[in-house]
């Protein structure tokens, strides 16, 4: 079994301002994590792509450096399926749910809110509230990824949910979507 990684987070020292740069002072002292790896296969990513972690009172800062030779992305409508070009991921686990966040580097976003169904069910934290209305909520279900099931088995994924209080930026380190020229990443 692969060991899983851990990160420490720490408080940030200074106001963090949400412009994708990451250029505070803090951002300077926080630890960046090892590099990415494919979800899939945990083979390195092709490139370069790392993450830091902030925190205060309001919230949790998560700070992507992403490699990339050619910054492109083309899909600009909220919750489109930004993954099946370039994305950063982000996930974040509880023990019966999860929230998936994705942003491209035109700084569009997706959410999902994963519950398993084994655990959406009477008397259960998610039961009976209207943002996981299985009937009356857009939503998918999914049971794996990649092609491999997961031993719990599905989960619904309700796609209109949205993170209260999230902000997001996103820099390019180069020029958006110009084939030709050579881009450090974003």
Not at 134 to 143: A, E, F, H, N, V
Request: charged fraction near 25%.
């Amino acid at each position: 079994m692969t060991a899983v990684a851990e990160y420490t987070c720490y408080r940030s020292s200074s106001p963090i301002h949400i412009d994708g740069k990451l250029d505070e002072p803090s951002w300077a002292l926080a630890p960046r994590s090892a590099p990415f790896v494919d979800i899939v296969t945990g083979e390195p990513a092709w490139f370069d792509t790392r993450v830091a972690l902030l925190w205060d009172d309001t919230y949790l800062y998560f700070g992507f450096t992403a490699e990339e030779s050619d910054v492109w992305a083309t899909l600009t409508e909220r919750d489109s399926k930004i993954y099946e070009e370039n994305d950063l991921e982000i996930f974040i686990a509880g023990a019966d749910a999860y929230y998936e966040f994705e942003i491209n580097a035109l700084n569009v976003i997706c959410e999902v809110f994963w519950i398993w169904k084994d655990a959406h069910a009477p008397g259960g934290p998610y039961w009976g509230l209207s943002d996981f209305d299985p009937q009356s909520r857009r939503t998918m279900i999914l049971s794996g990824v990649g092609g491999h099931v997961h031993p719990r088995g599905e989960r619904w994924g309700f796609l209109d949910w949205d993170c209260p209080g999230l902000r997001h930026a996103v820099h390019v380190d180069g020029t958006l979507n110009q084939p030709g020229d050579i881009d450090r990443g974003w």
